[in-house]
């Protein structure tokens, strides 16, 4: 049992930074989003044409931005709420949401 509450503790260790790595991956597809659309808005006149200043993103670039919220609130929460409960007889994982 011992190995494998040590093997429990490692895998929710690297489940919370897969969840950040998530939410950095998502800030950089936002600015490469971002950065697809500065360079098509300034270089392809005939997509934008020059007298053209309105932008708009979409939906798309909202729910990004909403998506990565929810991904680093949830690299925080598993990263606060995943520590382990000092005990007498041994150290025990906090188990969250199972009863």
């Not at 932008?55 to 995943?82: E, H, K, M, N, T």
Request: aromatic letters at 14%.
């Amino acid at each position: 049992m011992t190995f494998f509450s040590e093997t429990q503790g490692i895998i929710v260790e690297l489940n919370e930074w897969c969840i950040v790595c998530a939410a950095a991956c998502l800030v950089v597809c936002i600015e490469i989003f971002v950065g697809s659309l500065n360079y098509a808005q300034g270089n392809l006149r005939v997509v934008y044409p020059p007298d053209t200043r309105e932008r708009d993103y979409g939906y798309s670039f909202g729910l990004a931005w909403v998506s990565f919220v929810l991904f680093l609130f949830a690299g925080i929460a598993v990263l606060v709420y995943s520590r382990k409960e000092k005990n007498t007889k041994k150290d025990q994982a906090v188990i969250l949401g199972r009863l």
